[in-house]
């Protein structure tokens, strides 16, 4: 790749081999592994309740989801004809989405706590009343001698008090989006209540955030987790932070191109956390709701249909390394192989309000800027009008730096842009970001950038970076029809310089982005 550098410390920064630059394994390529367990993830079409706000009776809700459950049965007797110990369902796919507190009522089964009991759906059926989903998923895992992990709606009671400061809904019950995992002997092992709710009017945030963990005796340590909650602190950096190298993650992701697609981000979050990512996602073409995948640092297996596909449930199987440092007898732990935050003023301003966190280029901030929003922010864009060169583009005091060269074919008058984002997150929760990101734009007028794009030709050799005031930064490069590519070299400088470098593209450029997640800003 060839950039028409203005600078020998940029010369510099494309020639280095950085310890924190990633090399990273074609998709689907599996390296040969001394330590590893079977596991898989199913992407399943809900068969939803057509009406959910209107309630139902118990039995009429329980032959709802046992419609579901069916599905589950089939894939997870699948699953073990290719060895699986582990099995992960998404998120709402037994029972669906959309309903008010009211009217998943019925649908609800309280799920005793596995840290202050130890009990068997299974075998012990008798032991808890309208617990029949319960007993169904215990004696799925059972049969098929696998670790299942599926999300339900719990119904937990709680102390109705006059103090103004307690969690306690005025019906004197907590309704909770959660996950429940079953040995495969039945036996329910974990439970764990989603913290980040993403308007899910049925469910209650817990009082607390739940740091859940489980042991298996093939992978040793999981942790849960679900969909909304990959964006936070807690519980998932909160986990990786205490060393859990392996995460269960049941969502029902829309789709947020350019820079927020499923497999786009899951993979990225995999790779710079140094986890493996069982994701399960529901399949919903009209909602844009799919792609899952099993993710590893070293490889990833994941699977998006693309329009027209037949819109159906897909079964993932791969053969995935342990990582769990305890279970393999080391000692390293993620925090340990991150870059440490650099504690420059600039970094530690977060948001850069006190100084400037653009690099040094001789490039100055273009003034021909325009804004248009990317999931409900403002980014600040600047449109690439040659095919090749160098741009910069500012969001208040924060600034990204691109160096590229383009590659037409098909769609050589295709419009391209660099935005620059830094700020709260307007839509819903308030977290705070700092992004970087190249899109293609949807058409052929400035205010299509930042929208969604499915298909581009020209591929293009860049050079991204910017400087952030977090360590947390995830690089995706997206390449036409949701294929994720892998950056030839993604580097976290001590100062808080972040660079992504990519070449010989496979595939068209969709959008190429540093996300940035300040999570010590989060105002929620």
Request: charged share 20%; with cysteine; aromatic share 10%.
């Amino acid at each position: 790749m060839s950039f028409r550098s203005k600078s020998k410390e940029t010369m510099t920064l494309l020639s280095a081999v950085l310890s924190f630059s990633l090399t990273l394994a074609v998709v689907q390529t599996q390296p040969v592994m001394d330590k590893s367990y079977i596991a898989a993830v199913y992407e399943h079409k809900l068969i939803p309740n057509p009406e959910p706000r209107v309630p139902l009776s118990r039995s009429a809700a329980l032959q709802h989801m046992q419609k579901n459950l069916d599905i589950f049965e089939e894939q997870a007797a699948k699953a073990a004809e290719q060895g699986v110990q582990i099995l992960v369902f998404p998120e709402d796919g037994i029972h669906g989405f959309n309903f008010t507190r009211s009217s998943i009522y019925n649908y609800l089964e309280t799920i005793p706590d596995p840290q202050q009991e130890r009990w068997n759906p299974c075998t012990e059926s008798e032991k808890y009343n309208n617990t029949e989903v319960l007993q169904r998923l215990s004696c799925m895992a059972r049969r098929n001698n696998l670790y299942l992990v599926a999300n339900m709606p719990d119904l937990q009671p709680c102390p109705l008090s006059t103090d103004p400061s307690s969690t306690c809904p005025s019906d004197g019950r907590w309704q909770f989006n959660t996950n429940v995992v079953f040995r495969s002997d039945g036996l329910l092992v974990a439970r764990y209540h989603k913290y980040n709710l993403f308007y899910e009017d049925s469910f209650d945030t817990p009082p607390q955030p739940e740091i859940i963990t489980f042991d298996t005796p093939f992978a040793g340590k999981f942790g849960l987790i679900i969909c909304f909650d990959i964006l936070f602190h807690n519980p998932t950096i909160t986990l990786v932070e205490k060393g859990v190298r392996q995460l269960i993650f049941p969502t029902a992701w829309f789709n947020s191109p350019p820079i927020l697609h499923s497999v786009q981000y899951h993979q990225s979050l995999s790779r710079i956390t140094n986890v493996t990512l069982l994701s399960a996602n529901l399949r919903n073409d009209r909602l844009d709701m799919g792609g899952s995948g099993i993710y590893t640092p070293l490889f990833s297996t994941y699977h998006y249909a693309w329009r027209g596909e037949p819109e159906e449930g897909k079964l993932l199987v791969a053969r995935v390394p342990v990582l769990d440092p305890e279970w393999l007898g080391q000692r390293e732990t993620t925090q340990e192989r991150m870059t440490e935050s650099t504690s420059s003023p600039a970094a530690e301003s977060g948001f850069c309000q006190t100084g400037s966190c653009s690099d040094a280029s001789s490039v100055p901030p273009s003034s021909n800027t325009f804004t248009t929003t990317i999931i409900f922010d403002p980014f600040t864009f600047v449109l690439l009008n040659e095919m090749e060169g160098e741009a910069n583009v500012c969001n208040g005091s924060f600034c990204c730096h691109l160096q590229y060269k383009r590659f037409p074919h098909g769609d050589s008058n295709g419009l391209y842009a660099l935005g620059a984002f830094a700020g709260w997150h307007s839509g819903g929760r308030h977290f705070a970001l700092q992004i970087c990101a190249l899109v293609r734009c949807a058409g052929s007028d400035a205010s299509s950038c930042g929208q969604k794009v499915e298909e581009a030709e020209s591929q293009m050799d860049f050079l991204l970076e910017g400087k952030f005031g977090t360590k947390y930064v995830y690089p995706s490069v997206l390449a036409s029809r949701f294929v994720v590519e892998d950056p030839e070299h993604f580097e976290i400088a001590a100062d808080g310089r972040v660079s992504m470098k990519h070449s010989n593209m496979t595939g068209g450029l969709l959008s190429a982005s540093l996300y940035g997640r300040l999570y010590h800003l989060d105002k929620d």
